[in-house]
Every structure is written in C-alpha cells, then in structure tokens.
C-alpha cells in the first residue's frame, strides 16, 4: 500500500481531479525520496562533450519544407513571473511596439504557416494559473486553432511535501500554495494523461518542437527540422556554448557508466563539484531548453515504462510560503524535461547560435530585449542588430519588480546597440534617448534621472 504519506498525497490528488498518470509518476518519485534518492550526479561520473554546429550541417531544403509540414509546436507557458513580480503569465508582458510575448510567438508561426504551407499547429502548456489569461489574449488570432488540435493542454500539479516527514504540507492561508508544479519534465506525463499525444500522431503530425514562451529566439526553424527528419534520432536538443552569465547554470555531459547524454542541473550538483560546474572551459554548452521530439518514439517510450519516462529527480527544498522563511521547509518534486536525453536511446544535441536563445528570466534580460539590441522583422524573428549582447546588471533593490522597472524606463529603454555592459547602483529614471557607450556603470539614489538624449561613457555618478 506504500506510506501514510504517499498514500495521504495520493488522496490529496484524487480529491483535486489530478490527472491517473501524473499521481503514478508522482508516487515512482515519492518512492525515490523515501529510499534517499537526492538525484545527484557526481562530477567523477560524468565527462565533458562536444557536438556538431548547426552551421556546419547541410540540410536540403526540400527536406527542410516537408519537416516542418509535419511538425507541431508546443510553448511551455505555465510560469507567472512571480520573482519579477508577477500574477499573471509572464508571457503577457510587454516586449515592444505594444505586442506581447505571446503576440510575437502567434505572429511567428502564423508567418511560417503562409510561408512553407504548413499547418504548424501551436499549443501552449499552460498551468491552472496561467490558461485563462493566456487564451483570452490569443482569442484575438483567429487563424490561430487547427481543427482537430487543442489550443493548449494544462500541466499538473503535485502536493508539496513536509521536509520533516515527507506528508502533503497544510497551509490554510492560501491553500494554493500546499500545490506546486511538477517541473517542465511534466510535460511528457501531461502529452499522455491529456490524450495530446495520441491525437497528434493520429493527425499526423511526426515531430514536436517544445520551447519555453520567453524565448523569442525559440522559432520552429525548417532547417533545424529538416536536419532533425534527417538524423533519424528520436530526441534532440538545441545547445549554445556556455558565458560567464551561465557559469552557475546547467550543462551537458556524457555520463561514463553507460554512455548516454545527461543535462546536469544546478540543484544535481555536489557543493564540491560546484567548482567543475562553473568551469566555462571544461562544461561548454549548455541547454536552450529547445527540444525536437520524435512523437512515436516517445509513444513507444512510454509504453515501454508503464507512461512513466523516469527523469532523474531534482529534490528541491523551499519554503511552503516562498516570501516567508518562517513558514515550514517543504520538498517539491522535480524534473527537467530535458533530461529526457537520457532516457532516448540515440538522442542528440546539436550546437545553435546564441539567436535561439534569448530567455527573460530577470528585468535585466527584460531591458536587453527591449532596447535595440535586437530587430523585430516582418516575420517578427529576433535579428540581432548589435555586434553582442551587452550584459546588463540593474540594482535589484530598485529594479527586480517590473512595475518598479517600468517607472524608472517610462519612455523606453535606453539605445544598447554600442553598448559592451551597463550597471546600475541605486534609483535612477532614465528619460527618452538615452544611450549607452561602452562599459558603463550608473550610481545615483532618490530622485536621479538620467536626461533625455544623455550618451553615457563610463562610470556616471548620476
């Protein structure tokens, strides 16, 4: 029967309408955590990996049309943005000329659609939090559904779990936050429990590209579908070789056990291997979190294991209340979806340009791609106007919250084009025009604004 305390979160599902598959895949990880599982992966049993460039691949360009006829796309886009200070969908923020993230991801591939006669269907993975929002603002895209195919389909959610004793956590004050998402590896387990899976192959449809909503350099590409038909593999990731502004994020290794490709994790890796994992010239690629899948060899997976794909566990630890460290220390169950390159016998990376992968995690990358950075064109793809992508560092006392961000940039972003890096130390507004020179460092507290039309070199004491 298993423990009180699977068997209490067990219920816990149920009584929520959980999905039958996601409460499986939950108890296989549970059971994980009871016999000490800590999903680990120790520098000494991994080694470093190179890969083929995409720009050194030939792919035919008939080849390449016929893909991405056959070629669904699925945005991840359950998260809120809560740490800049969100409610809603992050990707409802505002990214330029008026237009969303999510404007700019239904124009993407409605643009495609015209151009390569494909019917490229989109789904969003949404969360309980995330769906209404996200699809009143794509109601307004008529063109947008392909009959037969759901607009989106929602991820699961699991019960947080108490440190001490592995039970579902207990928190009246807002009973929401007793629940937590699964991970992005949910998605797998959600393709499944909501039939998705099955109704696109039936449709036809022989691959799926899976990207996360807030990255515009994430476009379903023909050539990379193209050299994906061509491989023959059954799973694949986009890679981008790791910067200084990736050191303390994941990457990819070749596991010396067995050979196969895994992606290792920040929250996998030992405090004395954290070392290795920021070392730029041993570890040098990491995910764009941009996977191709090969629909029927993810069926003939899943049926294989029961519809459980068993990802390595990520055990993170939290609080039940993330803004108050008071409030008791609970377990929430994880998995990576692109950890699934182990799992895929015959699974692949191939190494992208740094342009399909332009993630806003932070209002930091916020003001980046807001800023002329990056052109916007007809086919609303991110080109990259500037020689590099500066490194931006707001102070996050002054900046983390987007409301916040938005009253200090109240006429736009500052011009970045010439810019090598840009900090900001303390409260400072900047009016219209601004451009930045160079490396440039900003200081100033209440009340500072930087002019309209100030060229800024340098250190400026604003």
């Known amino acids: 029967m298993g423990s009180p305390g699977l068997k209490a979160a067990r219920e816990k599902m149920v009584a929520e309408g959980v999905?039958?598959?996601?409460?499986?895949?939950?108890?296989?990880?549970?059971?994980?955590?009871?016999?000490?599982?800590?999903?680990?992966?120790?520098?000494?049993?991994?080694?470093?990996?190179?890969?083929?460039?995409?720009?050194?691949?030939?792919?035919?360009?008939?080849?390449?049309?016929?893909a991405i006829r056959t070629t669904a796309v699925i945005k991840l886009n359950g998260g809120l943005g809560t740490s800049m200070g969100m409610d809603r969908a992050k990707s409802l923020l505002c990214v330029r000329k008026g237009m969303s993230f999510l404007d700019i991801i239904c124009r993407q591939v409605l643009h495609l659609r015209?151009?390569?006669?494909?019917?490229?269907?989109?789904?969003?993975?949404?969360?309980?939090?995330?769906?209404?929002?996200?699809?009143?603002?794509?109601?307004?895209?008529?063109?947008?559904p392909v009959a037969g195919l759901p607009l989106e389909f929602l991820q699961n959610k699991e019960p947080k779990l108490l440190a001490e004793d592995l039970t579902p956590v207990s928190w009246p004050k807002d009973p929401d936050l007793e629940w937590c998402p699964p991970g992005h590896g949910d998605i797998y387990t959600a393709l499944v429990g909501t039939g998705l899976l099955d109704q696109l192959l039936d449709a036809g449809y022989e691959r799926v590209f899976v990207s996360n909503s807030d990255n515009l350099g994430a476009v379903p590409d023909p050539r990379l579908a193209g050299w994906f038909a061509q491989s023959g593999a059954p799973f694949a990731i986009e890679a981008v070789r790791r910067t200084a502004s990736d050191r303390k994020g994941g990457h990819f290794a070749r596991r010396k056990s067995d050979g196969?490709?895994?992606?290792?994790?920040?929250?996998?890796?030992?405090?004395?291997?954290?070392?290795a994992l920021a070392d730029l010239d041993r570890h040098r690629f990491c995910s764009t979190n941009n996977l191709w899948v090969d629909l029927r060899a993810l069926r003939e997976v899943m049926d294989q294991r029961g519809n459980?794909?068993?990802?390595?566990?990520?055990?993170?630890?939290?609080?039940?209340?993330?803004?108050?460290?008071?409030?008791?220390e609970v377990i929430q169950v994880?998995?990576?979806?692109?950890a699934a390159i182990e799992v895929f016998e015959g699974a692949t990376l191939i190494e992208v340009g740094r342009d399909r992968f332009v993630p806003v995690k932070t209002t930091n990358d916020l003001l980046v791609l807001r800023s002329d950075v990056y052109d916007i064109g007809r086919d609303f793809v991110l080109d990259q106007a500037a020689d590099r992508v500066p490194f931006v560092d707001l102070d996050d006392a002054v900046f983390k919250l987007v409301t916040e961000f938005d009253k200090r940039f109240p006429e736009g972003a500052p011009s970045l084009k010439a810019a090598s890096s840009l900090r900001v130390a303390g409260d400072v507004t900047f009016g219209h025009g601004v451009q930045v020179v160079g490396d440039v460092t900003v200081e100033g507290g209440k009340g500072t604004r930087v002019d309209a039309g100030t060229v800024l070199t340098g250190a400026t004491d604003a």
């Open 334 to 338: 994880e998995t990576a979806m692109g």
């Open 114 to 144: 015209s151009e390569h006669g494909a019917p490229l269907p989109l789904i969003f993975m949404n969360s309980f939090r995330t769906s209404e929002d996200t699809m009143a603002a794509v109601a307004r895209y008529d063109a947008l």
């Open 19 to 66: 999905d039958e598959v996601a409460i499986e895949t939950f108890a296989h990880y549970y059971r994980l955590l009871e016999h000490g599982e800590t999903g680990m992966i120790p520098e000494a049993s991994i080694e470093p990996i190179d890969m083929e460039s995409l720009a050194d691949v030939e792919v035919d360009p008939e080849a390449a049309a016929a």
């Open 308 to 328: 459980i794909l068993g990802l390595p566990l990520i055990r993170n630890t939290k609080n039940v209340d993330p803004g108050d460290k008071s409030s008791p």
């Open 260 to 275: 196969r490709l895994v992606l290792r994790e920040t929250a996998q890796t030992l405090e004395e291997d954290k070392a």
